[in-house]
């Protein structure tokens, strides 16, 4: 027997076989007869479906009425599923379904868009082909493909058919999304965007139409519709990344619009910077630069340099540049540009023009004069501090110093970076110096830790002036003798050299020089390691020593993340450091955020509290949370001794000594007579119950008057401070001990009376205190010496307030009424239906 396998059904796309487009035009008259012969056998073929379904199949039945009265929720749900089982043939509730997609429709529109949504996708659309129109179908082979069968004849007719209303269908879909996204509600935008942006990573069927509409609506006024068209469109290209082409087509066209708002251009600029881009991606990254560059012309001629346009512009260039392969032709026009606006621009502007000059001088093998002069001209900029690009600055600087080839020119810039360390916030201290220890251990000469002595040679120039010249290659004459100035002048170069006219040596240290080159690199030590060894910072005072000890600074994380100041209150507060954050795969690539998902590592990722942190060496904790483990260390130590304590205390009262003080004491007091512990209990017990029967009594003649007399409560005030027993305390202070004694007017008491409570009085003790509603010790407290039930004061409490006016109807409104006048009677006296007065 064989095995039984369930199979999957057949979509309706596989019910024919694939004959694709007709390769030649087919006749007007042809291809409307038969489109009107298979419509007639659509029709015939669903309406015979309809009937059969309606006799044998009761849920269908009930599907069609649900779907003329239903509400809307039962309509959409009997719309798929009547579509799921059979979509050839319920072609009209395909139809109607899509018409409930309207801008109009609030409710209807947003939950019909995520049903069509997977219904195109999952049933519907053909995913390795587009619809083809019944026009461009292969008509004048159907008698072939047929075989003279009208059955298969029919077939391809109705399935040819519906295929092109389906696409007619799906086209006024995306005509309808584009529609709800003009929407004023910014739910129903961003739901169409949603929908159109699936629709196109899944089926390349109206393509075109969804990434117009999806990029037109960059220009949307809302700046949360911008940044959803960006991530969007950023998804797209992670899950189709052979779209990058057409969609950057499509944005040159926005950019370039007439009509088009700035804010649209800068937000299309934005996302074109996140375009992942490699060596295999040459032509984009040059179509890229050269709308990049387009822009740049225009920003420059209108003066808007500060702009945050400029920056991105900047910043997208940097990106392309180096998959770009451009020649130095294309560029070496734009660069007196951009060295104009690294001296102008304000401080983020001028660092992506300083990195984008700093790829440009690099093709050339060397670092150009310029641009060093440039960096070191933007170091002292006080914007440094308070920028969101200190990581890219230190990068740059990093790559510029160990390139240059200029020892001098090197060590008057880390001398720069070191005193821009003296006043900045430790993170930008602590990354400043572990720059300077890496480019020391790539290169030890760079290590000047001696001041030298200065030169005392006076320079033949008196003034200060500094006057500059290009220099000429000395290669090419070198090379070519013959080669005249002429020649030499012609040929392109990318930058220029200083040089130092009528300057005989540098003598000494200058900081204020323009050029390092000549600021006295040879004479200049790191003289503020001194003080930055003596930083309040415990790591920046750590780093600064280990470079005057000359050891390398290591370090593995990222010192500008974790020596700041909220990570340092994170820790103070003892919050538990950020989980490692899984990248997600759709949105802005993981390249372009890979600080922004920057988590601690080693033991700054372990929370302060655990034993993992406080059972580790103190040799591995980092230098600024020496105090805090140093304290968590004495507050553990000092809980284990308070548990010790107690474990202690309770160990000295179960002893043999702890007995015998007690003995001791309790014979001081008693000197002639042994106790007998039975005999006091008993005894105890007995004066207990002889009291409890004289309260129970004094309690029966108390009732029985408050009987008697219905117009008095004095006796209930006199029974509050009457005691049964007519006893007084009275304390009585002897010289080593206090003890205290009972005055009794009825009785003595014996001199072995208990001094402690037993175990049941105690507790209820405990039971009545926990059942009364007035705290005790508080003000409203009563004063208990007859020993009153719970009940008894709770009553005396009602009746007290029912006396001055309260009432439970005026809470909340006023508290107690005014009360004129009011007789002293009993709750339960006269009409119980007449209402108090007052």
């Not at 512990?677 to 009732?703: F, P, T």
């Not at 205290?740 to 001094?755: A, G, M, R, V, Y």
């Not at 009360?819 to 006269?830: D, L």
Request: a neutral charge; proline letters at 3%.
């Amino acid at each position: 027997m064989d095995d039984f396998v369930d199979e999957k059904p057949k979509l309706w796309y596989e019910e024919i076989t694939e004959t694709g487009r007709s390769e030649s035009e087919v006749p007007d008259e042809l291809w409307i007869q038969l489109r009107d012969e298979a419509q007639k056998c659509l029709t015939a073929d669903a309406a015979a479906y309809n009937i059969r379904n309606a006799k044998n199949n009761s849920n269908f039945q009930w599907m069609k009425t649900v779907t003329s009265k239903g509400i809307t929720s039962d309509k959409v749900a009997a719309y798929v599923v009547m579509i799921q089982n059979n979509p050839v043939y319920n072609l009209d509730a395909l139809s109607n379904l899509s018409a409930m997609v309207k801008v109009g429709k609030k409710q209807e529109c947003t939950s019909v868009i995520d049903s069509l949504v997977e219904l195109f996708l999952g049933n519907l659309l053909i995913p390795h082909r587009k619809l083809i129109p019944f026009r461009l179908r292969a008509l004048s082979k159907l008698n072939e493909l047929s075989s003279g069968n009208i059955v298969t004849r029919r077939k391809y007719l109705c399935y040819w058919f519906f295929e092109d209303q389906l696409k007619e269908i799906y086209t006024a879909f995306v005509l309808s999304l584009n529609t709800v996204a003009q929407d004023t509600v910014e739910k129903n935008k961003e739901k169409a965007i949603g929908a159109m942006k699936k629709l196109l990573g899944g089926n390349s069927e109206q393509e075109q139409n969804l990434l117009k509409y999806i990029v037109n609506k960059l220009g949307d006024p809302s700046k949360k519709i911008a940044s959803k068209v960006i991530y969007s469109l950023s998804s797209l290209l992670n899950q189709h990344s052979n779209m990058q082409a057409v969609v950057l087509d499509e944005i040159e066209k926005v950019l370039f619009r007439t009509n088009i708002s700035t804010r649209a251009q800068y937000y299309a600029l934005c996302f074109l910077t996140q375009f992942y881009l490699n060596h295999d991606t040459k032509n984009i990254a040059r179509h890229l630069i050269e709308v990049y560059f387009s822009f740049f012309k225009a920003c420059v001629k209108k003066g808007e340099v500060n702009s945050r346009m400029m920056s991105a512009l900047l910043m997208g260039v940097n990106r392309a540049y180096p998959y770009a392969k451009l020649e130095m032709d294309k560029v070496s026009h734009h660069i007196d540009t951009m060295y104009r606006i690294a001296h102008v621009a304000n401080f983020n502007v001028s660092l992506h023009a300083l990195r984008l000059l700093h790829q440009i001088s690099c093709n050339e093998g060397t670092v150009s004069d310029r641009f060093i002069s440039a960096l070191y001209r933007k170091l002292p900029d006080p914007h440094i501090n308070s920028t969101f690009h200190q990581a890219m600055l230190l990068g740059l600087v990093y790559k510029a110093l160990a390139g240059d080839k200029q020892i001098d020119r090197t060590k008057v810039l880390i001398k720069r970076l070191l005193q821009i360390a003296m006043y900045s916030q430790p993170s930008m201290a602590c990354g400043v110096l572990y720059v300077v220890s890496q480019l020391i251990r790539k290169n030890k000469s760079l290590s000047t830790l001696v001041l030298v002595k200065c030169s005392n040679e006076v320079m033949e120039n008196d003034d200060d002036d500094e006057t500059y010249f290009d220099v000429k290659d000395e290669t090419l004459t070198k090379d070519n003798p013959k080669t005249t100035n002429e020649e030499i002048e012609t040929k392109p170069i990318p930058s220029w050299l200083f040089q130092h006219k009528k300057l005989k040596t540098v003598t000494a240290y200058n900081g204020i020089c323009r050029n390092p080159l000549y600021g006295g690199g040879q004479y200049c030590a790191y003289t503020e390691l001194n003080t930055l060894r003596n930083h309040f910072h415990p790591t920046v005072a750590l780093f600064a020593t280990n470079l005057l000890n000359e050891q390398t600074i290591n370090y593995s994380g990222d010192p500008l993340k974790d020596f700041s100041l909220i990570r340092f209150l994170d820790r103070f507060v003892f919050k538990n450091p950020k989980r490692a954050q899984v990248i997600r795969k759709e949105g802005v690539q993981s390249v372009l955020s890979a600080r922004k998902n920057y988590t601690p590592k080693g033991i700054r990722s372990v929370p302060v509290q655990s034993h993992t942190y406080l059972n580790n060496q103190e040799k591995n904790i980092p230098t600024e949370e020496l105090f805090l483990y140093m304290f968590l260390q004495k507050r553990s130590r000092l809980k284990v001794d308070e548990d010790k304590d107690e474990e202690s205390d309770l160990d000295s009262v179960a002893s043999d000594e702890f007995e015998e003080m007690l003995d001791k004491m309790v014979k001081s007091k008693y000197v002639d007579d042994d106790l007998n512990y039975m005999d006091h209990i008993e005894e105890g017990l007995r004066s207990k119950k002889n009291r409890k029967k004289e309260v129970v009594h004094e309690e029966e003649n108390e009732q029985e008057d408050l009987d008697e007399d219905d117009d008095e409560l004095d006796s209930v005030d006199e029974l509050i401070d009457e005691d049964d027993n007519g006893s007084e305390l009275e304390f009585n202070s002897d010289s080593d001990t206090d003890d205290i004694k009972i005055k009794s007017n009825n009785k003595k008491n014996k001199d072995t009376e208990p001094l402690f409570a037993s175990a049941e009085e105690f507790a209820s003790l405990l039971e009545e205190e926990g059942a009364s509603k007035i705290a005790p010790g508080g003000s409203n407290a009563w004063s208990n010496k007859d020993n009153a039930h719970v009940r008894q004061i709770s009553w005396e409490d009602k009746r007290n307030q029912w006396m001055k006016g309260y009432s439970k109807s005026t809470k909340g409104k006023g508290g107690f009424k005014n009360v004129k006048s009011q007789k002293r009677k009993r709750p339960n006296q006269g009409n119980k239906n007449k209402k108090r007065k007052g």
